[in-house]
């Protein structure tokens, strides 16, 4: 074995031994992301196809005109549709967006959690009724979309979560089991066991140099543990061995 491939297999012995849970941790997570397809993460399988539902007119006319004697003013008005009835989402150069009912230009925002548990419901797939509501109001691992929200739970046999957030009455987020496992190995993956998400991190950077080194270190062994090596002291000894009268002829 040459002085290379000697150093080489000892390199690679030791940083693969060092390595080996989070190469293993590399492995298995990435399998699991190439059999789960991302919207089947994203329980998008499991939302509702919401028709295109237009605010009439002479609603959104007269809506506007009572929002404008009210003194509501904003950088953007939106008009939708919410719980089967005319809406304005109102959002200011600063600070939080707003809902009005256009109605009654009464703002209707933050939302109640039966409202959530409304909206939630109907975008779920099937007849299921919420489980369990719970107030948002920090980021979490699994959650970081607009705040405050709602959390809604479901018992359809994935656990699975939909979040709504309580200014603009928007599904902002679905989670489920399959999600959950899902986030827990991507923490794995790129070695950021708090946040979930930092995948530029030094600790990231020199694992994955090192994980370089033990590839490298493997292919320049790659020749010796075949047997080159030997096969090519073999030809040369007998190289050396050829009588020089034979080479003449």
Same mark, same amino acid.
């Given at each position: 074995?040459?002085?290379?491939?000697?150093?080489?297999?000892?390199?690679?012995? /030791?940083?693969?031994?060092?390595? +080996?849970?989070?190469?293993?941790?590399?492995?298995?997570?990435? !399998?699991?992301?190439?059999?789960?397809?991302?919207? =089947?993460? =994203?329980?998008?399988? #499991?939302?509702?196809?919401?028709?295109?539902?237009?605010?009439?007119?002479?609603?959104?006319?007269?809506?506007?005109?009572? $929002?404008?004697?009210?003194?509501?003013?904003?950088?953007?008005?939106?008009?939708?549709?919410?719980?089967?009835?005319?809406?304005? $989402?109102?959002?200011?150069?600063?600070?939080?967006?707003?809902?009005? @009912?256009?109605?009654?230009?009464?703002?209707?925002?933050? $939302?109640? #959690?039966? +409202?959530?548990?409304?909206?939630?419901?109907? @975008?779920?797939?099937?007849?299921?009724?919420?489980? =369990?509501?719970?107030?948002?109001?920090? &980021? *979490?691992?699994?959650?970081?979309?607009?705040?405050?929200?709602?959390?809604?739970?479901?018992?359809?046999?994935? &656990?699975?979560?939909?979040?709504?957030? +309580?200014?603009?009455?928007?599904?902002?987020?679905?989670?489920? *089991?399959?999600?959950?496992?899902? @986030?827990?190995? /991507?923490?794995?993956?790129?070695?950021? /066991?708090?946040?979930?998400? &930092?995948?530029?991190?030094?600790? !990231?950077?020199?694992?994955?140099?090192?994980?370089?080194?033990?590839?490298? *270190?493997?292919?320049? #062994?790659?020749?010796?543990?075949?047997?080159?090596?030997?096969?090519?002291?073999?030809?040369? =000894?007998?190289?050396?061995? *050829?009588?020089?009268?034979?080479?003449?002829?």
């Amino acid at each position: 074995m040459s002085a290379a491939s000697r150093v080489s297999a000892k390199v690679h012995k /030791w940083l693969a031994l060092l390595m +080996a849970i989070q190469i293993l941790f590399w492995f298995v997570s990435g !399998l699991f992301f190439a059999v789960f397809p991302i919207e =089947r993460v =994203r329980s998008e399988h #499991m939302r509702v196809e919401q028709r295109a539902r237009p605010v009439p007119f002479d609603a959104a006319a007269d809506g506007l005109l009572r $929002l404008g004697s009210s003194g509501i003013t904003g950088e953007k008005i939106e008009l939708r549709m919410l719980l089967d009835r005319p809406v304005a $989402l109102v959002t200011p150069q600063e600070g939080r967006p707003q809902l009005f @009912d256009l109605a009654t230009a009464q703002r209707v925002s933050p $939302l109640s #959690m039966n +409202a959530a548990s409304r909206i939630a419901e109907a @975008d779920h797939v099937g007849d299921l009724r919420a489980a =369990r509501v719970e107030r948002v109001t920090d &980021n *979490t691992p699994e959650y970081r979309g607009a705040l405050p929200a709602w959390r809604v739970d479901f018992d359809d046999g994935a &656990n699975r979560s939909l979040y709504v957030a +309580a200014d603009t009455g928007a599904v902002t987020a679905r989670r489920s *089991t399959l999600w959950r496992v899902y @986030d827990f190995l /991507w923490s794995l993956h790129i070695m950021d /066991w708090r946040e979930h998400e &930092n995948f530029n991190s030094p600790l !990231l950077i020199v694992t994955t140099a090192l994980g370089l080194i033990v590839i490298v *270190t493997g292919i320049v #062994m790659f020749p010796a543990r075949l047997g080159y090596n030997r096969w090519r002291r073999r030809r040369r =000894r007998a190289g050396a061995g *050829t009588p020089k009268s034979a080479l003449a002829e």
